[in-house]
């Protein structure tokens, strides 16, 4: 099924997208680490904990996310209508089969980690199991997936650092501001500077993820809307997640809404004042596209 995989396997638009969010964060990285060396601190320093932290962050971090979303590996006996769902996706997309988690919560969402296609896992909540019908389930499991065959998964969690070195060297100006400059004028010029071009970063890295966030949904819907055939299924799905996670208590998504960006639909509030930079398109948006891939795919479309 190679050529299956390969009509909607990589997305242009997506893998350009990736591309340019990579090399500008990258530069805005060197910005950060001349405005420290600058700063007088030292730069093997710098360097060492810089690649310490990627290393981790690049290897641990889909560990830490499923621990922190209380997320479980299932087998094939615990949850055999989702592992068929999966394993007959993955054969139709010619993709290693992941690992299979779910979410003891009752919110109904699905999410896809890793920092490979090799170790990805693909998560669904117990209350998304619960609450749709076997072709929405396929939908929104053939979405997590597309997000693992575009790799956009990775290159979110590679990006994502660049916004946490940028908040951590924030805190540790302000708190341990002694540790960045030699003299009392000079230091407190050498902390200001830091402070001002980690702020910077950090806005920055923040609205390049959110807009790469938010076309990656895009690309992950088309995928699944052609991998299955049935676009509608997905739109059903969507809309039955998004009603129902408007009427869950805002504490009860408190936990999940850090790793919102990595949800099929967003673990938050609709009136939360983060949606003014939300980290997925509208939902009116997403269900007019897959209108019109269903129209297509009908043979009535333009």
């Known amino acids: 099924m190679a050529s299956k995989r390969s009509a909607f396997g990589r997305d242009g638009g997506l893998q350009v997208r990736m591309g340019f969010t990579m090399f500008l964060l990258g530069l805005l990285y060197v910005v950060l680490v001349g405005a420290l060396i600058a700063a007088s601190a030292s730069a093997v320093t ?43 996706l993955c054969i139709q997309a010619d993709l290693p089969k992941p690992r299979v988690a779910v979410i003891e919560a009752r919110m109904p969402n699905a999410c896809a980690l890793g920092r490979s296609q090799k170790s990805a896992t693909v998560c669904a909540t117990r209350g998304l199991l619960q ?38 060297i924030i805190r540790f100006a302000f708190f341990f501001g002694g540790g960045f400059g030699g003299g009392d004028r000079n230091e407190a010029e050498a902390i200001e500077l830091v402070i001002v071009v980690s702020v910077l970063v950090y806005a920055l890295s923040f609205l390049l993820l959110r ?30 997640i998004s009603g ?3 009427r869950i208590p805002r504490n009860d998504l408190r936990t999940a809404e850090g790793m919102s960006a990595f949800f099929i639909v967003p673990a938050r509030a609709k009136n939360s004042m983060m949606n003014l930079f939300a980290d997925h398109p509208p939902l009116e948006q997403r269900l007019a596209a897959l209108s019109r891939l269903e129209a297509q795919l009908q043979g009535t479309g333009h």
Do not use: N, W
């Open 46 to 88: 710098i360097v060492v904990i810089a690649v310490a932290l990627f290393g981790f962050q690049l290897v641990a971090s889909d560990k830490l996310a499923l621990a922190t979303l209380g997320a479980h590996e299932v087998s094939e006996s615990d949850e055999p209508e989702l592992h068929a769902v999966i394993e007959r």
């Open 131 to 168: 609450m749709l019908e076997p072709a929405e389930l396929e939908g929104v499991m053939a979405h997590e997936l597309s997000h693992v065959i575009h790799r956009d998964v990775m290159v979110m969690t590679i990006a994502s650092f660049f916004a946490t070195i940028a908040a951590l």
């Open 211 to 240: 807009a790469l966030s938010r076309y990656r949904e895009f690309a992950a819907d088309r995928g699944s809307a052609i991998l299955t055939g049935r676009p509608s299924a997905l739109a059903s799905a969507l809309l039955k």
């Open 244 to 246: 129902t996670i408007e």
